[in-house]
């Protein structure tokens, strides 16, 4: 069973950083791109940022500069650094993956993990 889980989130002060990570576990056999999404209470989820296999990224407007997507292929981990962190950023921040694996089929939307909290506040 494909799972994905993060780590990373946490409570810090305006200004401050923190780095997600995002581990993609079972019977993968491919995984196409990775991404980090984020949903504050009342709002709906909206994408942070993506990368493919190959290492292309995308990033929201609102996150530009400041965070950084990256992976490792060979872990099926992706992280996301953020910096420069503000109150506006404060939200549940989930992991998605475009995946195929043995008991996974590739599907529209991708798979999701359960979401790790991340606070931005003084």
């Known amino acids: 069973q494909v799972q994905l889980v993060e780590s990373g989130g946490g409570l810090v002060q305006p200004g401050g950083s923190l780095r997600l990570s995002c581990a993609a576990s079972g019977s993968i056999f491919s995984i196409y791109a990775m991404g980090w999404y984020r949903q504050a209470p009342g709002k709906q989820r909206e994408l942070v940022a993506a990368i493919t296999s190959g290492g292309s990224t995308n990033y929201a407007d609102f996150v530009k500069g400041r965070f950084t997507i990256s992976r490792d292929n060979a872990k099926n981990t992706v992280y996301l650094q953020m910096n420069s962190l503000k109150p506006e950023d404060t939200a549940a921040y989930y992991c998605?993956?475009?995946?195929?694996?043995?008991?996974?089929?590739?599907?529209?939307?991708?798979?999701w993990g359960q979401g790790t909290q991340v606070t931005v506040s003084s």
């Open positions: 998605n993956a475009d995946l195929a694996g043995d008991d996974a089929p590739r599907r529209l939307g991708g798979y």
